[in-house]
């Protein structure tokens, strides 16, 4: 095989070149906004990036098993050279099924660097596939859905990855199939794998012209960008492009507290901010509580601050009170906290990071924070790295200043864990940071703050702390939670305890009062049996439920509350601003992102879009 | 005669007539002709919008007093133009209005009035007449009263870009039958309209092609003539195609994909055509997609359906594009019990359309599951949609019911379906309800369905025998429709096959021997057969020949000797000779044959037919004939039991049979048979032989 794709290389030359230049054409024409110098199309299959049952010929595009092909342990894959850069907007290659071998198993899909390769596409997390034997789609999973028709010798498969809403469809001769996946990850390669001898199978990657029109396919999608673009006016003047973006970080940086960094940027860009600093300032502090768990006291601060708020809210406040009692529980809420032993800088478990990232695809926080890690990270192998976690152990009060400073750091880095962002906590000792926002140490009774470092990337935001405790030495990765002593209920105080079942009754009376006033509320009902279900497990942290415990669910209660003191509801209004932030959260990889905004770019046509060359891009992305 | 049925809401009306409205209208009837002309020109300001001026205005008279000054030859041109404008407006209002205006002969006057060389005035004209002639209210044929009228639209195309919209609007529009079709034609509607296809001007574009699509549909002629026209050196399918891709406009889209299906149903394009599978068949499966509008899928889905009918290969592709079978069954979810509690307005828009939806739907499986079984099995294990089906079964409105049983028709050609899915969901039950005074379209599918359901191998055979449907059968045949006859016959026949003694009696007894024969009389070449193939049912076990002979013997025989005189096609002959080799069969029923030398005579001279099917026939027959009664006898016996007559009319036997038969030269031709180039005569003739032997 592989000498007569050497042959067909000598003969065939000016051939080649041909094929070549028409190839450079099509792709050139099909994805316009893509840079090849930064980010390469497939043009072919990995010589390298393939198990050793697979054999390439034909200038690495016709595919061939070469195994034993017993079973499914004799399944083999193969990769494209490349990985589908953001900037197609939409991406698509075809496959020909030359013959179907023995059994025709033959799977089309696409799968993250580092998958295994020793399976068909589609088996494993972060893999997708089509498979012919059966018509399923194998959505990272080792059984299948039923899909579509199945496949064999002579069909043309085709498959578009559209990176506009992370969804994937397949293509049998031309005909569309059908949406098979959403909610893909980024960075995906175009993948085949075979499992049975003499199934051959050849690659389209635009050196032919597609049976499927896929041109077809983009012009509705650049039609559609058009439309939703178009139906946000402009107005007459020109400089409005840039009000709307500002106006765009404005509000973002003021809705999720960044008071110094709005200012600043109010300041460099000679805008207004609407809302008034110090109400800024009072939101920041009450997320704060919240997001430190000290839920009774951010409701005593709203209840202070904005009268009549909670009142009118009265499924908010319940909402509160409930991860008030969870906090209880977690011995982090100041109600219990009043009656602990223990110093009370150790119990403040969550990261003090001020703000609270828009959490997208929250379903997963740890596949998302590894993604945005670094590319390299990004293989489908989930860390197990809770970096973001808390850290319970004592920290040494010499160790961190107080006034450590937070920076906002645009971070392409390779770093797959919190301890190399040391370096950039302490090399942005600057006067510009948002130090004053992060630290409010009078409120710790030694005087000890704990610090933190928001590291903005992506548009998510990674929490860390930046204590370096005895036991933590430099580039010790281990997840902090698994340190020391057990936690106990409350603290481990019974005083406490007490104190948190008299809250427990409260609580249900509140309930009960609210179903009385505003009927059933299938909601709270939920809310509190799985608040109350922490009390019936020995290790409430280590329980079914025990999930609530988590500082991480402190996020949508803050959220919550944070929206309705600025009078809105979770949901963005219908703004472009609006539409840019959604798309730009659609990808959590700033090259992503910013590739994809070259795509729209390219699309609309739009040459009065500003181009990012002020501080934007290392504010939001 | 509209006038005086208007009187009472004159009344009701004129109660609220304001002083204003009256003074609008004295003003037409000032003797200065430029007061009137202001006149009109704030009656025109006064009614944009109002629905209610505009009815007090037509109440208080002003349209007749309108149209006489926009007819008369002395009004000033911008006069009459303004006239024609307001009377555009009036149009505007409720069909109440139309009505009133077409009641005053406004269109043979805004016709004339196009007759005129000011261009103005003319699309004022037209404009109006667009409006009055797009209403349901407007009897289309209006336009077609006076011959010269369509020539002169034509030549008023190439006028401005507002006479070819408002002119192929009026034709799109009131071009519903194949008479209209032939005189838009006729008058070069396709030579006229295709360049307007290229129109700067989307709103011409769009109602080019929709007098494109009306034209097409089921005309060969046009659709022919379609395809090889060229608008700007480009074939007309190609610029349909254009049309069609998926930036344009959906509405765009949608009608260019009507034209390319309704061209291919006239037989001008291949189904295999790229155009139709890599393009139409695509587009139309998208109109259905969640993200359409209500309107868009109910006229995507009945398109598709249209065109994919009669072919197997489209049915298959587009049952694998785009999850159709599923994507369809989302159809049924309205209104949602979401828009029920959130959005009046938005329950009103699903209300609306919630019909309209589901009879798409049952259309388009209709059309998916004709022909494959896969297709089939893949739409009955959609979501419960066997129990759509049976409640669409019952639904109120009578599209759906029609729709919904049309789509049980098509999935009762499954073996598999009728032995499982259908009986497990009793579908037969509001089938039959169904049957119950339903007008005929219904009836018609709903009795094809019930033939499939009366299969032999169906379940739901026996339930259906039990609901005495067979009056209701025999009452089918007696109906003017020759396709319900059909079914009537035909399921009459599929009961019978292999039924009990008591079933036959009662169909025998129920159809009565008169009807019966008066189907063999019957125009339709179906009905004859399928009512041959009841009768050869019906005479199927010896018992059960000897009975029926014994009480209908003579018409019978009548009613066979007279369709073997008579001109029948080869297979209408073949079932007769069938019967008659059942007859023959017989133990009694054998003599009638015996003792009638002519039908013998018929018999032989079949046997030598050149058409191996009746030779063959033929022979089956003699070889019942002459069969020795030695393993019959036994038979003979228990059929017999009780007949005391004595003198057994069996036991004289096949001797004396074989005996005349071979004196009538029989056994010669049965000879020459044995030599027949055809193996199944030359076995059948040489097993009858043996007969001899033995």
């Known amino acids: ?621 | 005669m509209a006038c005086m049925l208007e009187a009472p809401l004159r009344i009701s009306v004129l109660s609220e007539v304001t002083a204003t409205s009256r003074h609008y209208v004295d003003r037409l009837f000032d003797p200065d002709p430029q007061k009137v002309l202001q006149g009109v020109i704030d009656m025109k300001n006064a009614v944009i919008g109002n629905n209610k001026q505009k009815a007090n205005l037509i109440v208080l008279g002003a349209v007749p007093r309108l149209l006489y000054l926009l007819q008369q030859p002395t009004s000033s041109l911008e006069l009459r133009t303004e006239c024609a404008v307001v009377l555009g407006s009036l149009a505007m209002g409720t069909e109440n209005n139309i009505k009133s205006l077409v009641d005053c002969h406004i269109i043979p006057a805004l016709l004339q009035g196009l007759l005129c060389q000011d261009l103005k005035f003319i699309e004022a004209c037209l404009r109006c007449l667009r409006t009055v002639f797009i209403s349901p209210v407007t009897p289309v044929q209006l336009l077609f009263t006076d011959p010269t009228v369509i020539p002169h639209l034509m030549s008023l195309l190439s006028r401005s870009q507002r006479t070819q919209e408002y002119i192929t609007q009026i034709f799109s529009h009131c071009c519903k039958t194949p008479e209209h079709q032939m005189i838009l034609y006729n008058h070069g509607a396709i030579q006229n309209i295709a360049p307007l296809l290229m129109s700067p001007s989307y709103k011409v574009q769009m109602q080019a092609l929709k007098c494109f699509s009306v034209l097409a549909y089921e005309n060969t002629q046009v659709s022919m003539t379609l395809v090889n026209v060229l608008v700007d050196g480009e074939l007309l399918t190609q610029v349909f195609v254009k049309m069609m891709q998926r930036d344009r406009p959906i509405e765009m889209q949608l009608t260019a994909a009507k034209c390319l299906t309704y061209m291919c149903r006239a037989g001008a394009i291949r189904t295999d055509d790229t155009c139709i599978i890599m393009k139409t068949l695509p587009c139309l499966v998208r109109m259905c997609s969640k993200e359409r509008l209500l309107e868009e899928r109910v006229e995507g889905a009945e398109t598709l359906a249209y065109l994919m009918e009669p072919d197997v290969e489209l049915q298959r592709i587009a049952s694998i594009t785009d999850h159709l079978v599923a994507m369809l069954a989302d159809y049924f979810k309205y209104p949602s019990s979401v828009s029920a509690i959130a959005d009046i307005k938005r329950l009103d828009h699903d209300l609306k359309h919630a019909h309209e939806l589901r009879q798409a739907a049952f259309k388009l499986y209709a059309s998916l599951g004709a022909n494959d079984e896969d297709i089939r099995k893949k739409i009955t294990e959609t979501e419960n949609m066997m129990d759509r089906i049976v409640s669409g079964l019952s639904e109120s409105s009578i599209k759906v019911r029609l729709a919904a049983v049309r789509c049980l028709h098509s999935l009762s050609r499954s073996v598999q379906q009728l032995r499982t899915s259908f009986h497990d969901h009793a579908v037969w039950k509001p089938l039959m309800k169904l049957l119950q005074n339903a007008p005929d379209e219904v009836l018609v599918m709903a009795s094809s369905t019930l033939c499939n359901l009366l299969l032999e191998f169906s379940p739901s055979k026996e339930p259906i025998l039990e609901s005495g449907v067979v009056e209701l059968l025999c009452s089918l045949t007696q109906s003017d429709s020759p396709a319900l006859r059909v079914n009537g016959i035909w399921a009459l026949m599929n009961m019978a096959f292999q039924a009990d003694q008591k079933v036959k009696v009662e169909i025998v007894r129920a159809l009565g021997t008169e009807q019966l024969f008066r189907l063999l009389s019957d125009p339709d070449a179906n009905v004859l057969m399928k009512t041959l193939g009841l009768l050869r049912n019906l005479l199927s076990t010896r018992p059960h020949i000897d009975q029926i002979m014994s009480s209908h013997g003579k018409q019978i025989m009548q009613a066979v000797t007279l369709i073997l005189e008579g001109e029948h096609g080869i297979e209408v002959k073949e079932q007769t000779l069938c019967i008659l080799g059942n007859i023959a069969d017989g133990h009694t029923a054998k003599e009638l044959i015996m003792t009638n030398d002519d039908m013998l005579q018929k018999i032989k001279s079949y046997m030598g037919h050149s058409n191996v099917k009746l030779q063959l026939a033929a022979t089956f027959c003699v070889s019942n004939l002459i069969w020795n009664e030695e393993d019959g006898e036994e038979d003979a016996a228990t059929a017999h039991k009780g007949d005391d007559t004595g003198g057994n009319p069996v036991a004289r036997g096949s001797q004396e049979r074989q005996d005349k038969l071979r004196e009538m030269g029989f056994v010669d031709i049965l000879h020459k048979l044995t030599q027949a180039s055809d193996p199944n005569l030359c076995d059948r003739a040489k097993t009858a032989m043996q007969q001899y032997l033995a």
């Open chain 1, 1 to 621: 095989m592989a000498e007569l794709g050497a042959g067909s290389l000598q003969v065939g030359d000016p051939a080649l070149n041909y094929q070549e230049r028409e190839l450079n054409e099509r792709l050139k024409r099909l994805y316009p906004a893509v840079n090849e110098e930064e980010t390469p199309l497939p043009r072919s299959w990995s010589p390298k990036d393939k198990y050793s049952y697979i054999g390439l010929s034909q200038n690495n595009l016709r595919v061939h098993y070469k195994g034993h092909g017993k079973n499914h342990k004799d399944a083999a894959s193969v990769r494209a050279t490349h990985p589908i850069p953001a900037a197609c907007g939409i991406y698509y290659f075809e496959v020909k099924i030359v013959s179907k071998g023995r059994d025709g198993y033959m799977g089309i899909g696409l799968s993250a660097q580092g998958v295994n390769m020793n399976r068909l596409p589609g088996w494993d997390k972060h893999s997708y596939g089509y498979h012919g034997d059966d018509g399923h789609s194998f959505c990272s999973s080792g059984t299948g859905q039923p899909y579509g028709p199945t496949f064999t010798t002579g069909d043309v498969i085709g498959c578009c990855v559209n990176l506009i809403n992370n969804t994937c469809f397949y293509t049998k001769n031309g005909h569309s199939l059908g949406v098979a996946f959403t909610d893909l990850p980024p960075n995906l390669y175009p993948t085949v794998g075979l499992q049975t001898p003499g199934e051959i199978v050849d690659a389209n990657f635009g050196q032919q012209p597609f049976v499927f029109d896929i041109e077809d396919y983009m012009s509705e999608w650049r039609a559609k960008i058009h439309g939703m673009i178009a139906r946000f006016p402009i107005g007459e003047r020109l400089g409005e492009w840039q009000a709307v973006l500002q106006s765009m970080v404005s509000s973002y940086l003021v809705h999720h507290g960044y008071c110094a960094t709005a200012m600043a940027f109010a300041r460099a860009t000679e805008t207004k901010i609407q809302e008034d600093q110090s109400s800024i300032k009072n939101r920041q502090r009450i997320q704060k509580l919240v997001l430190a768990g000290r839920v009774g006291e951010a409701i005593d601060a709203t209840q202070q601050l904005y009268p009549g708020l909670l009142e009118h809210n009265p499924n908010l406040l319940f909402m509160l009170k409930c991860r008030q009692f969870v906090e209880m529980v977690n011995g982090t809420d100041s109600e219990v906290r009043c009656f602990s032993t223990r110093s009370p800088k150790s119990q403040d478990s969550y990261p003090g990071s001020p703000s609270l990232s828009p959490r997208h695809g929250a379903t997963n926080p740890h596949l998302h924070s590894t993604a945005t890690d670094s590319p390299t990270c990004s293989n489908g192998v989930t860390s197990k790295n809770k970096s973001h976690s808390k850290y319970p152990g004592i920290s040494s009060s010499s160790s961190s200043s107080p006034s450590s400073p937070s920076s906002i750091v645009y971070s392409e880095s390779n770093s797959t864990d919190s301890t190399k962002s040391q370096p950039h906590s302490s090399a942005s000792n600057q006067e510009t940071s948002d130090s004053e926002m992060e630290i409010e140490a009078e409120h710790y009774t030694n005087g000890v703050a704990d610090s933190s470092s928001a590291r903005i990337m992506n548009g998510t935001y990674k929490h860390e702390e930046i204590l370096q405790t005895d036991n933590h030495s430099l580039g010790n990765g281990l997840p902090a939670d698994e340190s020391d002593q057990p936690r106990q209920l409350c603290g481990g105080n019974q005083a406490a305890t007490e104190r948190m079942i008299q809250f427990g009754r409260e609580l249900q009376a509140l309930s009960e009062q609210l179903c009385r006033e505003y009927g059933k509320n299938p909601t709270h009902k939920k809310m509190l049996q799985d608040a109350f279900s922490l009390l019936a497990y020995a290790d409430p942290w280590n329980c079914p439920v025990g999930q609530q415990l988590d500082p991480m669910q402190r996020e949508s209660v803050c959220s919550a509350l944070n929206s309705a003191i600025l009078g809105k509801g979770c949901e963005c209004s219908g703004s472009l601003s609006h539409f840019f932030l959604s798309l730009s959260h659609a990808r959590t990889h700033t090259n992503t992102q910013m590739e994809l905004l070259q795509f729209i770019h390219q699309l609309t046509g739009l040459n009065n879009l500003p181009d990012f060359n002020y501080p934007f891009q290392s504010l939001i992305f």
